[in-house]
């Protein structure tokens, strides 16, 4: 798995990355839906140690 810094990345970076044997890539903000799933594009949010599990939910509403 990789995490791309910040959420950036290319086309030529998620290829680069498929050819070297990485299964799964995370990158941006967002929600991810299984209908439409694709392991190369598999979002995420930041959640920073100090953040409570109410944060945690609230962060999570924002998305949907």
């Known amino acids: ?12 970076t998620v290829l680069a990355l498929e050819i070297n044997g990485i299964d799964m890539q995370v990158y941006g903000v967002g929600m991810n839906y299984f209908n439409n799933f694709d392991k190369n594009y598999i979002k995420r949010i930041n959640i920073p140690c100090e953040m409570t599990g109410k944060e ?5 509403n924002k998305i949907n």
Do not use: D, N, S, V
Not at 1 to 12: I, N, Q, V
Not at 56 to 60: D, F, H, P, T
């Open 1 to 12: 798995m990789f995490a791309y810094p910040y959420g950036a990345f290319t086309k030529e």
């Open 56 to 60: 945690i939910m609230e962060e999570i």
